[in-house]
């Protein structure tokens, strides 16, 4: 199997506050980690593209000063998002990409419900 | 224009029936396509990778066609545990060069008794 969990599944923070979400691949290791952001009703918006060993890469538009990830070993990624506002408020989900898939298959988290109030 | 379209739906069916869905996409130098399933509040799962010559995996068949930059999931004799939004998912290149997956906003299905 291709297990990936993340943690918190819901968290509520007040405005101003950083929050930290762990992407962790359990019985695999993945060299790349995704982390994507769904408002509702909308479709998966992919945020940045996590490489263990190196700076991640931020989609256009994604302030990566704000969304701070780091990808430390092969089997953990977290994403921090620093001083957040209510309309930071979302469905946080990473994903992980097992191996060097050819089919580019990727492995979801059961996503992270960020409220800012 | 959306690098990947779906008809947002809601497909509302009778258990039973065949239903269809279409999805397009614009980068002609996709080279992988999936159908995942999403259902409220959770992440997506997925349900099928597309093959250049159409593939079949119990009551879903998914169907390519890169002329036209065409995919179709077909879902026979509908279950009510088939009800969820469905995901036409391509890939594509981000800005680093790395390989990404580009998602459909989904199509939405209500399977009734």
């Known amino acids: 199997g291709a297990v990936v969990s993340q943690h918190p599944s819901w968290v509520i923070c007040k405005s101003g506050t950083s929050v930290k979400i762990e992407c962790r691949s359990l019985d695999f290791q993945a060299t790349t980690m995704f982390w994507y952001r769904q408002f509702p009703k909308q479709s998966l918006m992919l945020m940045a593209t996590s490489n263990e060993g190196s700076k991640a890469t931020y989609e256009q538009g994604v302030e990566k000063d704000k969304f701070l990830i780091n990808h430390a070993s092969l089997t953990l990624s977290t994403l921090t998002v620093t001083s957040a506002h209510p309309e930071d408020s979302s469905f946080y989900i990473c994903?992980?990409?097992?191996?060097?898939?050819?089919?580019?298959?990727?492995?979801f988290g059961p996503g992270t419900r960020l409220t800012v109030t | 224009r959306k690098e990947v379209e779906q008809d947002p739906g809601p497909f509302n069916v009778p258990e039973g029936a065949t239903v269809a869905f279409n999805c397009t996409y614009s980068?002609?130098?996709?080279?992988?396509f999936f159908w995942y399933r999403q259902d409220c509040r959770k992440e997506p799962k997925l349900l099928m990778s597309?093959?250049?010559s159409g593939n079949e995996d119990g009551r879903f068949t998914a169907q390519l066609n890169r002329a036209s930059q065409y995919i179709s999931l077909l879902i026979r004799d509908s279950k009510l545990s088939d009800s969820a939004t469905y995901l036409c998912v391509v890939n594509g290149v981000g800005p680093g060069g790395y390989n990404k997956l580009i998602f459909g906003a989904g199509t939405r299905l209500a399977v009734h008794p």
């Open positions: 980068n002609s130098a996709s080279q992988s």
């Open positions: 994903s992980a990409q097992k191996g060097t898939s050819f089919s580019y298959e990727q492995y």
């Open positions: 597309v093959y250049s």
